[in-house]
Nanobody
Framework: VQLQASGGGLVQAGDSLRLSCAAS????????MGWFRQAPGKEREFVAA????????YYADSVKGRFTISRDNAKNIMYLQMNSLKPEDTAVYYC????????????????WGQGTEVTVSS
């Protein structure tokens, strides 16, 4: 599976952004999908994830209530709607896909996109 993330940019605190992740080369609907982020000098951390049927979604406490993950299995696209952005959301955001294991753990994800950079100024 190849993943292509897009939609990052430079915004001000309080603004919104929508990230997209286009998938190709696999049966998109059979994977659980997630977003992770990595800030400079920090470990890559979990942001949000969705089961293959989007019947279950998961969020890091730091983004709960502000970010919404969704996917369109017919179009092979996953989204991350980010509202009320804060400077601490500044990071490179990676979309990722996996088939088994703990959906919250980056070790469960076999496929990673190249990342899209989000910068939130105060």
């Amino acid at each position: 599976v190849q993943l292509q993330a897009s939609g990052g940019g430079l915004v001000q605190a309080g603004d919104s952004l929508r990230l997209s992740c286009a998938a190709s080369g696999g049966t998109f609907s059979t994977y659980f999908m997630g977003w992770f982020r990595q800030a400079p000098g920090k470990e890559r951390e979990f942001v949000a994830a969705t089961s293959w049927s989007i019947s279950s979604t998961y969020y890091a406490d730091s983004v709960k209530g502000r970010f919404t993950i969704s996917r369109d299995n017919a179009k092979n696209i996953m989204y991350l709607q980010m509202n009320s952005l804060k400077p601490e959301d500044t990071a490179v955001y990676y979309c990722t896909a996996g088939r088994s294991g703990n959906i919250l753990s980056k070790r469960s994800y076999a496929y990673w996109g190249q990342g899209t950079e989000v910068t939130v100024s105060s």
